[in-house]
């Protein structure tokens, strides 16, 4: 890890443990890392954004920034100048005509206090676009953690298009960041409890089936932050489409057996609102889901289709090579 990097972890996780609100965490200027300094943006690369996401899922932190920082780069990609104000993320569809758009945009972030939104929209068009749009009419809606998950709706308002660029796999990639860091989170709390709980006369940690558990669950946390850094390093090659897709393939994996065994080893305490351990897995639970959940395998399965035995393996030592 690199001094910077170093410097921007460590001032996250003192101010995400503070459970932070929006305005404090935009003075610190994280939803800008992934902006040029030319753009007036903190200048970061992929890999700082990573490392940033963990200690945001770690600490189950409920505030948007990883929407916030995707949509700020996603807008400086396009050259566009920044809006002022929360600006989230979505998918939906709709039309679009002269400039105007007409449409939806389904579970929105923070919709309910977002300024505008940049969202992919599928129209009859064979691609969908990336428009830029204001605040819609809201209905509300909610996460499995209970942070809101909107809907809004348009009729004929100014639209600013970004590209073509579907923004799905970046959002995959960001989903993977805060996974990996609250899977981490989850592993330490069932470390310490199992330490801590007596049960037969000795504590939990010394049963051999508790601590297969811990080594199961603690071989999926190590394969996420792997996936993770191997799609970052892939994005600051400018690539990462490949990378980004198996991560959070391999994501989805690892949260379905690592939300299993973290319960399973807490026991019944694991279920209650006064136990941290739900802030963590009704997270997970929600980020599986998103971004296109196991839709990704179709894609890379039909990408080694193609590319046959030898050309996938090759391929493969290429991209681990770079």
């Known amino acids: 890890m690199s001094e910077l990097r170093a410097q921007v972890v460590a001032t996250a996780q003192a101010l995400f443990a503070a459970a932070p609100d929006w305005p404090a965490i935009v003075a610190a200027g994280f939803p800008l890392l992934l902006v040029p300094e030319s753009a007036g943006g903190f200048g970061g690369d992929w890999g700082d954004a990573f490392a940033v996401l963990q200690v945001a899922g770690a ?12 949509a700020a780069h996603l807008i ?11 600006v989230t993320i979505g998918s939906g569809g709709g039309t679009i005509r002269a400039g105007k758009f007409t449409g939806h945009v389904a579970a929105v972030p923070w919709g309910r206090v ?7 929209i599928e129209t009859n068009a064979a691609e969908p676009v990336l428009l830029l749009l ?41 989903r993977v960041g805060q996974s990996a860091g609250a899977l981490g989170a989850a592993l330490g709390l069932a470390t310490a409890h199992v330490n801590a709980r007596v049960q037969f006369g000795k504590p939990l940690a010394k049963l051999q089936a508790v601590q297969q558990s811990l080594a199961v669950l603690a071989e999926e946390v190590a394969a996420v932050q ?42 019944a305490i694991g279920f209650t609102q006064d136990y941290p351990l739900h802030r963590l897995t009704r997270r997970l639970m929600g980020w599986r889901s998103d971004f296109g959940g196991d839709s990704w395998a179709e894609m890379l399965g039909e990408q080694a289709l193609s590319e046959r035995g030898a050309g ?11």
């Open 134 to 174: 204001p605040a819609g009419a809201v209905t509300e809606g909610a996460s499995p953690a209970g942070e809101p998950r909107d809907r809004l709706d348009y009729r004929g308002v100014p639209a600013v298009r970004l590209g073509d660029a579907d923004h799905a796999l970046y959002g995959a990639f960001l």
């Open 226 to 267: 792997m996936a993770g850094a191997a799609a970052a390093a892939a994005l600051d090659r400018s690539g990462g489409a490949y990378e980004m897709m198996a991560a959070k393939l391999r994501t989805n994996m690892a949260i379905h057996r690592g939300v299993a065994l973290a319960h399973q080893v807490h026991g």
């Open 114 to 120: 977002a300024a505008q939104v940049v969202a992919t």
């Open 312 to 322: 996938l393996w090759a391929d493969m030592v290429r991209r681990g090579d770079g």
């Open 59 to 70: 600490e189950a932190l409920a505030q948007p920034l990883a929407e916030a920082m995707l």
């Open 76 to 86: 400086a990609r396009a050259g566009v100048v920044a809006p002022h104000g929360l």
